[in-house]
C-alpha cells in the first residue's frame, strides 16, 4: 500500500540524549515535512525538504536536525540543544510544482516524544 | 509563525446542525487547504482551493476563498458525530519554495 510511515509510534527520552524519529514514504513525493504539535495546539514547521540532498529551516529548527539522502526518507533528529522536547511529531510529504500546482500533504499517524 | 488563525478555536453544536469556522491569513496564496485531524492521530485532507477559486464543494464540505480580505470559511452541513475533529487551515504562500503552514486550529464537538 502506499503511503507515509512514521516509528516508533512513542518514544522515551532521558534529558540530554539525541533521539532519531523515522519517516518513510513510498508515494514518490518530493516535498517532506516535520511539524510539531504541542497539547491543544496547531502545527508548527520544524524542517521541510523539497528535493533530495536538501532542505530549509521551518519556523523552529532550533535543537532539532535533519537529513534527505533519500527521496523516501526524512528522519528528524532532536537533540540535547532541544530544551522542551515533549510533544507530538508529524511527518507528512507531497508532490509539488512550481507553486501554484502544489498538491495536499499526506501526513503519518504521529510519534509522541516524552522526555523522561 | 503561524501564517493562518482559525475561528473559533473551539465550537460544539447538535448534530444535523452546520458547523462553520473560519480561517484568516497573513500573505498572499497559491491555494489554501482544510485538514481534519482526529484526537492523536496525523491529519487528512478535506479540500483544497486555488487562489483565482471562490467556493468549492466536496460532499457536505463547502469551503470558501475571500483573498481580498484574506480569509476561507469552511461549512460543514448536516453535522454527524463522526465529525467531532480538530480542523485546520494550510497556506501556500506565493514565493513559499513549498513551504507549507498550518493555522492554530477549531475544535469541533458534535453533540448527539
Known amino acids: 500500500d502506499g503511503g507515509i510511515t512514521q516509528s516508533p509510534k512513542y518514544l522515551f527520552r532521558k534529558e540530554g540524549q539525541n533521539v532519531t524519529l523515522s519517516c518513510e514514504q513510498n508515494?514518490?513525493?518530493?516535498?517532506m515535512y516535520w511539524y510539531r504539535q504541542d497539547p491543544g495546539q496547531g502545527l508548527r514547521l520544524i524542517y521541510y525538504?523539497?528535493?533530495?540532498?536538501?532542505?530549509q529551516k521551518g519556523d523552529i529548527a532550533e535543537g532539532y536536525s535533519v537529513s534527505r539522502e533519500k527521496k523516501e526518507s526524512f528522519p528528524l533528529t532532536v537533540t540535547s540543544a532541544q530544551k522542551n522536547p515533549t510533544a507530538f511529531y508529524l511527518c507528512?510529504?507531497?508532490?509539488?510544482?512550481?507553486?501554484?500546482?502544489?498538491?495536499?500533504?499526506?501526513f503519518g499517524q504521529g510519534t509522541r516524544l516524552t522526555v523522561v | 509563525s503561524q501564517q493562518g488563525e482559525e475561528d473559533p478555536q473551539a465550537l460544539s453544536i447538535q448534530e444535523g446542525e452546520n458547523a462553520t469556522m473560519n480561517c484568516s491569513y497573513k500573505?498572499?496564496?497559491?491555494?489554501l487547504q482544510w485538514y481534519r485531524q482526529n484526537s492523536g492521530r496525523g491529519l487528512v485532507h478535506l479540500i483544497l482551493i486555488r487562489s483565482n477559486e471562490r467556493e468549492k464543494h466536496s460532499g457536505r464540505l463547502r469551503v470558501t476563498l475571500d483573498t481580498s480580505k484574506k480569509s476561507s470559511s469552511l461549512l460543514i452541513t448536516a453535522s454527524r458525530a463522526a465529525d467531532t475533529a480538530s480542523y485546520f487551515c494550510a497556506t501556500d504562500r506565493v514565493f513559499g519554495n513549498e513551504k507549507l503552514t498550518f493555522g492554530t486550529g477549531t475544535r469541533l464537538t458534535i453533540i448527539p
Open positions: 508515494l514518490n513525493h518530493d516535498a
Open positions: 507528512a510529504s507531497r508532490r509539488t510544482g512550481q507553486g501554484s500546482m502544489n498538491t495536499e500533504a499526506f
Open positions: 525538504s523539497q528535493i533530495v540532498n536538501d532542505f
Open positions: 500573505t498572499s496564496i497559491n491555494n
